[in-house]
């Protein structure tokens, strides 16, 4: 089944070097992985490091060297290596990368990584090309959000599983069309009641204060451990990125890598965005998930309590 997902989603083949980038906390997941990819291809290798202490810490000189040389890279993770320029770099250089932070043995078998990503890849793409299009985002809930930023001269990127494309990359499970709205232009109010990045699910709602294009104030649950987490890192802050869950078979788990997929949900990030079409620099990538919101493109509504309602 597992080689069979990896057939479908990066297409490898017999004489390419496919490259898994695990670390310490990740030997049984790599270890299916491995194996998986050897039905495929003739040459894998794989390379342990230890756990980042956070997301988009970049890892040790010689694994992003390794990524750059390689075909296929498949990096089953604790902390994630998406938005990290050795992932930027490696595939300028050519090749496809597959992310999955945090992914678990269960998630190999249950869940997002089991959709059909034929239907997955059609409803992302069309979200992407909407936020590519469109020169303003809006986004409410019942719970308080409202919330606004600027999409003017940024592209729409489809993560829908399907990483055959020479220089291609996106995460496993797979199912988001996301966007870096324009550095500045985010204000109103968010607030996260799904899950957040190193917290996991939400007991609480989270509520930000957003002001051009930054996080002023947190309150609600977890807010002193989100205002630590912003406060330790130079540009955590930023908004970063407005994603929209594609995959329904995602749910909601409390890992955000399987969480930012459920369909019916958005979420917005906040931190790096600087390998993805935004311009800020940031050590770390914080998501938040929204459940059940409404969401607008230029004035035009695409979301009704998390339900899409465009053709």
Known sequence: ????????CLNIRKKEIVLIVTDDN?????????SAARQLSGEVLIVKMKPRSHH???????????MKNSDVVIAPTTMSLTHTDARK???EAGARVATMPGITMEMLREGALLADYN?????TDKIARLLTKAREIRIKTSLGSDFKASLRGRKGIADSGIIVKKG???????????????????????????????????????KLQIKKGKVV??????????????????????????????????????????????FGTAH???????????????EIHIDGIIKKPDVWLDGRQIMLEGELIIH
Do not use: W
């Not at 870096?180 to 899950?195: H, K, N, R, T, Y």
């Open 1 to 8: 089944m597992l080689s069979n997902i990896l057939k479908a």
């Open 26 to 34: 990740k030997l049984e997941v790599a270890a299916e992985i491995e």
């Open 56 to 66: 988009a810490e970049e890892p040790p000189s010689a694994v992003a060297q390794a």
């Open 89 to 91: 770099k490696a595939c």
């Open 119 to 123: 239907i997955v890849k059609k409803r």
């Open 168 to 206: 291609a990359f996106g995460n496993l499970p797979a199912g988001e069309a996301f966007i870096a709205p324009v550095e500045g232009s985010s204000s109103g109010v968010l607030v996260f009641d799904g899950s957040l990045s190193s917290i996991g699910v939400l007991k609480e709602p989270l």
């Open 217 to 262: 104030s947190c309150e609600g649950g977890d807010a002193e451990k989100m205002m630590q987490m912003l406060k330790k890192y130079k540009n955590a802050s930023n908004v970063a990125e407005i994603g929209i869950g594609t995959n329904e078979k995602a749910r909601l788990t409390g890992n955000v890598l399987e969480d930012e997929k459920v």
């Open 268 to 282: 917005v990030a906040l931190g790096d965005n600087h390998t993805f079409g935004g311009k800020t620099k940031a």
